[in-house]
């Protein structure tokens, strides 16, 4: 690689340039403890916003970068999800002091995004949430003796199924038991049979002794 002529002053293009609070912004989205597809939602607004600063400053937006529109139906088409879930990713990075939005007048779907960049509010980068978020149950620690909602809902979902095998299938069922009340059962039937058999064979020889 050459070294630069100190003596030539035309300007160079840039290649690319991330300064200022866009380099704060995608570097608290990395150290952020959220999840994938929050990160991912995250870096999709860094673009639509930052890239854009230019075009916002010249037409005269306020702190051009920090903010963009934002459809959520579009935004769900483009990113491939359901808007369902586009909303509850918006509404999330909300609730974590990470995004502000302002609604539009017509259509509350439609509005702007805005960074909060006090990044001191963000709660993803809070040393106690990123401790809870990421701490494993029953690692190094005792149980409180508490189980989590998921945990009651699979124990819920066993017992259930348990239920239900045990109207399909009686706990009392038995090969053994079964056999052993089967055999007087069948025993009792041969000798109702016999019985039946022998009072037919009695009537008529008796028919046939009154018509000698």
Partial sequence: MTEPDASDTTPVPLLGSVTGYAKEVVRNIRRAAVSA???DFLLEVYDRSFSNAGYQRRAGLENPG???PFDNASWASELGMRRQHMYRLRKRAEELG??????????????????????????????????????RPGA???????????????NG???IASDRIKLVTPACFNPA?????????R??????????????VSSAAEARAMET
Avoid at 103 to 127: H, I, K, M, V, Y
Avoid at 140 to 154: D, P, T
Avoid at 187 to 200: G, L, Q, S, V
């Fill in 37 to 39: 597809q929050m990160k």
């Fill in 66 to 68: 920090g903010s963009c």
């Fill in 98 to 135: 990470i995004l502000f939005y302002d609604e539009g007048e017509r259509d509350l779907s439609c509005g702007w995004l805005r960074w909060n960049l006090a990044f001191d509010q963000w709660q993803p980068l809070d040393t106690e949430y990123r401790r809870q978020r990421y701490a």
């Fill in 140 to 154: 190094g620690r005792k149980s409180n003796g508490l189980r989590s909602i998921a945990e009651n809902e699979s």
């Fill in 157 to 159: 979902v066993r017992s």
């Fill in 177 to 185: 038991t079964e056999a052993a009340r089967e055999a007087p059962l």
């Fill in 187 to 200: 025993k009792e039937k041969e000798e109702a049979e016999k019985k039946k058999i022998e009072t037919t």
